[in-house]
């Protein structure tokens, strides 16, 4: 569980990135970090793994207060994937860029093998395991970069911007590992600009502006909600742009989702049938 | 007339053991504004390097068949030569900023074709009123997010007002609504200005609407190349991992479903929300 308390957050130099955050996550939940750029977004998930401690305000992570513990002691059980993989990467060979980690963290040469082959094959990258990562593309490099923090299977995953550079299935993919990783109970915590991965998840949307939290709520909900989303610079999913348009002939408003969609058109021209 | 034209184009980066981009022929035509999209690692940076010769002059490898750029073989022409006709929008602007100012950024390529500085001072400032960063001018590239840093790849190359910009997933860190400014002013240039537009994107429910040719690879080929309403309509674009726009797919859906809306495949909620109103109505 991560509970913020009032977190306020300055940098060196005096910009006060979080103004007075308070928000509990819950462990298990799917949650999208959505906002306008320089909101905060990256700022406030950078305190879940102790990368950031707050200038004033608690964070607590499984009820430990991140000023009162390591980074390393933090990471085991948050794994953090940069929005930038290149902030990320460094080793010569993908394959040694996923065992870095496992090997920090003390796990077994078997253990380590298997992982690595786990995580390649999850990711669509077993063909590259002995290339460096700075001859892959921009997409696959991010995935590297997903590899190497599943490998280690923590127990929270904060992913900034995962689906930059991916194309649509590898995002169908990355939506279906994040639905299993709930199944297993674990914690997902995305920061995105992607209306439409969003969309298509349905998860709690946290949404930013300024430094602060300005909505909280169910997917549906916050991304057909025309108000609340320009304040924080996001467009509406296009399936919720079309409905918006329809409500005037007495459709509803809250549909992100293509095959409700369907749905609900077939229905409506039914009824006008008769 | 073509701007741009590939004959068997195919390319092996230094140390590869296959070709990134494997007999690729297309043909961009002047004033048009053309998506490239497909899976990831499919080829399209790789395609874009050698529109303005960063290969094969800056990666090596090896380069087979043939390319014309603004009337120039990019394999005798050095990428200098063809920076004042071919502008290139980076993935990840880092690898393009370097300037100790923003502004200094922009008006770099400016003072290298040795523009008058009131001149100059006027086509930096139009590029930083575009792209909304005038007030970060004074500012470094190197501190500002990666959003801006975006816009300030984005700002300096309009600034050279070259006759082809190639733009390279050029928003994917900006926040949706200044994604599709960014997009408008692109457009808008495109048509006023009649600069050929090549804009590699994955986020076609974003982009689609703008493009009046559409280019899928995958695997380092070409697969489909003609128009977005044609190409997004078949079954077989969705196969190779390219997301069709959602309003083009429930469109695709509705008709398979019987709802007659029209022989002209919408690209946008805008189109569709349209062809929605007028069933609606006419029921």
């Known amino acids: ?51 950031l401690k707050p200038s004033e305000g608690v964070v607590r992570v499984n009820g430990v207060e ?36 496992l090997k920090n963290f003390g796990f077994e040469a078997e253990t380590i093998e298997k992982r ?19 001859l892959l593309s921009g997409g696959e490099r991010k995935r590297v970069a997903l590899a190497s923090v599943l490998a280690w299977n ?23 590992f994040i639905v299993q ?22 998860p709690r949307v946290l949404l930013m502006k300024e430094g602060a939290v300005v909505a909280d709520g169910e997917g549906r909900e916050i991304l057909t909600d025309p108000e609340v989303l320009v304040q924080s610079s996001i467009v509406l999913p296009q399936i919720a742009q079309i409905f918006l348009k329809l409500a005037p002939l007495g459709l509803p408003k809250n549909v992100i989702d293509v095959y409700e969609a369907k749905e609900i058109v077939l229905k409506a021209l039914e009824k006008r049938r008769k | 007339m073509a701007v741009i034209e590939t004959k068997n184009l195919t390319y092996t980066y230094p140390g590869g053991t296959k070709p990134s981009i494997n007999s690729v ?20 940076t790789t395609l874009c390097r050698c529109f303005n010769g960063l290969i094969p002059h800056f990666y090596q490898g090896e380069l087979k068949g043939e390319i014309t ?7 005798t022409h050095e990428t200098h030569a063809m920076a004042k006709s071919v502008g290139l929008v980076f993935q990840n602007p880092e690898n393009q900023l370097f300037a100790l100012s923003i502004e200094k950024d922009v008006a770099f390529g400016l003072e290298n074709l040795g523009m008058p500085r009131e001149e100059m001072r006027e086509r930096v400032d139009w590029a930083l009123k575009l792209t909304d960063i005038y007030d970060l001018r004074e500012r470094s590239p190197h501190e500002v997010s ?34 599709e400014k960014i997009f408008e002013v692109i457009h808008e240039l495109n048509k006023k200005l009649g600069i050929t537009v090549v804009l590699v994107e994955h986020r076609l429910d974003l982009t689609a609407k703008y493009a009046d040719h559409i280019i899928i690879m995958d695997e380092g080929k070409v697969c489909f190349d003609g128009n977005p309403r044609e190409i997004l309509s078949t079954e077989e674009t969705r196969l190779i991992g390219v997301g069709i726009p959602k309003a083009t797919l429930l469109y695709h859906i509705l008709q398979k479903e019987g709802v007659k809306l029209g022989d002209v495949t919408p690209l946008s909620s805008e189109e569709l929300a349209k062809l929605l109103q007028e069933a609606f109505e006419t029921k």
């Open chain 2, 146 to 179: 990666g959003g801006q840093q975006q816009r300030v790849a984005i700002a300096a190359v309009l600034a050279m007002q070259p006759e082809i910009i190639v733009l390279d997933e050029p928003t994917s860190f900006l926040d949706p609504l200044s994604a």
């Open chain 1, 116 to 134: 690595i082959t786990w995580a390649l094959n999850l990711l669509g990258l077993a063909q590259y395991r002995k290339t460096s990562p700075f």
């Open chain 1, 66 to 101: 991140t000023t009162k513990t390591s980074v390393a002691a933090l990471s085991r059980n948050a794994g953090f994937v940069f929005q930038n993989p290149d902030h990320q990467l460094f080793s010569e060979t993908v394959e040694e860029e996923i065992s870095f980690a």
């Open chain 1, 181 to 202: 990783m709930q199944t297993q109970g674990k914690t997902v915590v995305i920061v995105t600009h992607d209306v439409e991965f969003v969309a298509e998840c349905n």
């Open chain 2, 25 to 44: 022929s297309i043909k961009v035509e002047k004033g048009e504004f053309v998506l490239i999209t497909g899976p990831s690692g499919c080829g399209k």
């Open chain 1, 1 to 51: 569980m991560i509970e913020v308390e009032n977190v306020h957050f300055r940098y060196p130099n005096g910009v006060e990135a979080l103004k007075g955050v308070s928000l509990v996550i819950k462990n298990g939940e799917f949650v999208a970090i959505m906002g306008q750029n320089g909101a905060g977004k990256t700022t406030l998930v950078k305190h879940f793994n102790g990368l």
């Open chain 2, 69 to 75: 750029v603004a009337d120039m073989d990019t394999a």
């Open chain 1, 154 to 176: 923590p127990e929270t995953l904060i992913l900034d911007e995962p689906t930059i550079g991916q194309d649509y299935q590898q995002k169908e993919k990355l939506r279906q």
